[in-house]
Nanobody, 115 residues
Framework: VQLMESGGGLVQPGGSLRLSCAASGFTFSSGAMSWYRQAPGKERELVAYETSAGGFTNYADSVKGRFTISRDYAKNTVYLQMNSLKPEDTAVYSC?????????WGQGTQVTVYS
């Protein structure tokens, strides 16, 4: 299983970014996919989650209404659309796949929201 994130970068408050996580090595529809983030000096936190085959999604309270998780099954890619970004959204964002109860992580991508 391989997960490769992209799309991070620098953005001003109120701006948007879309993160991508390209997945390979497993049946994409059978994996539960999620996005996590970790800011300097803080614990890693779950940002958004989608069950296998996209049956259910859930979000951290801090991002509800601003972030959206979605999948493109043709591209085996999961996305995190981030709108109305705030400085407190600055973190390394990583995607995770759970396949047959095994957790797999990508390497992460940096998102920096600055004034």
């Amino acid at each position: 299983v391989q997960l490769m994130e992209s799309g991070g970068g620098l953005v001003q408050p109120g701006g948007s970014l879309r993160l991508s996580c390209a997945a390979s090595g497993f049946t994409f529809s059978s994996g539960a996919m999620s996005w996590y983030r970790q800011a300097p000096g803080k614990e890693r936190e779950l940002v958004a989650y989608e069950t296998s085959a996209g049956g259910f999604t859930n979000y951290a309270d801090s991002v509800k209404g601003r972030f959206t998780i979605s999948r493109d099954y043709a591209k085996n890619t999961v996305y995190l659309q981030m709108n109305s970004l705030k400085p407190e959204d600055t973190a390394v964002y990583s995607c995770k796949a759970v396949v047959h109860y095994i957790h797999y992580w990508g390497q992460g991508t940096q998102v920096t929201v600055y004034s």
